[in-house]
T-cell receptor, first 114, second 115 residues
């Protein structure tokens, strides 16, 4: 069975700092990779996703993620965070061409201090 | 347009009672997914439907859990003889098309508390 590991459960940064949230998955076949975000009081929503092509994927609100197949990683980055980025971030994976249910990591709670 | 809606938003029940959780997907969305999220964890896949057909129920924890989507739109997740360990946030999502790469749009969730 596939699994997803998110390295940090809680991250606290100051505004304008750079962000990198780690995500590793365990599955040897073709995968689709996703980052979802849940802002306080809101629903889970998609930040970005990858299934093939350019391993550097750009998403909404200035976020990007890089798929490194050899490291089974899909880390999320943002060069300069804002207070409004305070949220919970989830990495998720499913098998390319296979079952469509997502396997999520435990999430990273990001707090941005003004 | 309207997003995914779920009802009730909160449900408190006594151990041993049956509960039914409803999901109303975005209009026209083909696929519908159910997840369960315990406190401090990520969502855990339960089951999903394409139209009215249940495609994968491998995530349902035991036979007390069942789901249906009889007309390919609204879905109900039923938990029979609830236990305290069933307490969690139950999330529903829908996607426009079937396929592993499709974006899943999530509803607000139903928070279930079993006393």
């Amino acid at each position: 069975a596939q699994s997803v590991s998110q390295h940090n459960h809680h991250v606290i940064l100051s505004e304008a700092a750079s962000l990198e949230l780690g995500c590793n998955y365990s599955y040897g076949g073709t995968v689709n990779l996703f980052w979802y975000v849940q802002y306080p009081g809101q629903h889970l929503q998609l930040l970005l996703k990858y299934f093939s092509g350019d391993p550097l994927v750009k998403g909404i609100k200035g976020f990007e993620a890089e798929f490194i197949k050899s490291k089974f990683s899909f880390n999320l980055r943002k060069p300069s965070v804002q207070w409004s980025d305070t949220a919970e971030y989830f990495c998720a994976v499913n098998r390319g061409g296979g079952a469509d249910g997502l396997t999520f990591g435990k999430g990273t709670h990001l707090i941005i201090q003004p | 347009g309207a997003g995914v809606s779920q009802s009730p938003r909160y449900k408190v029940t006594k151990r041993g009672q049956d509960v039914a959780l409803r999901c109303d997907p975005i209009s026209g969305h083909v696929s519908l997914y159910w997840y369960r999220q315990a406190l401090g964890q990520g969502p855990e896949f339960l089951t999903y439907f394409n139209y009215e057909a249940q495609q994968d129920k491998s995530g349902l924890p035991n036979d007390r859990f069942s789901a249906e989507r009889p007309e390919g739109s609204i879905s109900t997740l039923t938990i029979q003889r609830t236990e305290q360990r069933d307490s969690a946030m139950y999330r529903c999502a829908s996607s426009l098309e079937q396929g592993a790469f499709e974006t899943q749009y999530f509803g607000p969730g139903t928070r279930l508390l079993v006393l």
